[in-house]
């Protein structure tokens, strides 16, 4: 079934070529996002996150080169949300993406502004306003999640 | 037995605990560097590599955002080899990165050296000196993977 793709998605990576041939196979663009996605999810949530709840101990240095990481990798996820990758693989991915370009468009740099922000308060050493912020992006994070994957 | 960690391994993230902290769970080390390591590899070999092999028509400006994103990457999936993860989840790892790590460090550098001359014959435009690059990045990818990894 993995190897199946429907003739409408063939389609449209015909019309998206090329956006696809950054990609061998659809799989590797789920693969590629998901990827990106769990490397963002790992310095903002579990990295920076865990100062900010007192898991792990503050260092300003630290949430700083996570918060770049976040900022780099923000910029990757979406050009690997190629027509015809909603229903491969194991995504989460909702229809909606590709339905509503706009929208998602406009969350993703919801997000990014977000992040950038983040950016800026680790650089300054204070914990209390990197709590602010991190709320802020984690809630830009989930503004889209919300919206556009079925987890 | 997914979730069965051997004493010594508890042991070594006791000790490593600062860059154990960074994951939830010794799993997540594992994803992570292999999901830095899988974007680097998209970005090197199917979009960089296939301008270089003529399978994408050549993009100077594609070309120097793969390799930007490659010289980003090098330098993440690191400190993601927490002692401990040698054997955990679907690695390739093998022991020789936690016995030599002089060794180990140096191949690393000697990659991201490749990459960053990469990144830089990018911005040129020439196309003959990105496939020697290209070559130059990937032989020094193998050198450490054909040490280190058990593909």
Redesign the interface.
Known sequence: MKRHIPLAAVLALAIALPAA????KPE?AV??R???M??MS?NLY??IG?MVNG??PYDAHAAATSAD?VV?LSR?PWDAFIPGTENVGRTDAKPGIWTEPAKFKDLQEKMQSEVLKLAQVTKTGDLEALKVAYRATTAACKNCHDSYTSQ
């Open positions: 041939a950054q990609f061998r590797d693969k590629y998901q990827s990106v769990f490397v790992n579990t990295r865990g898991r792990i990481t780099f990757l």
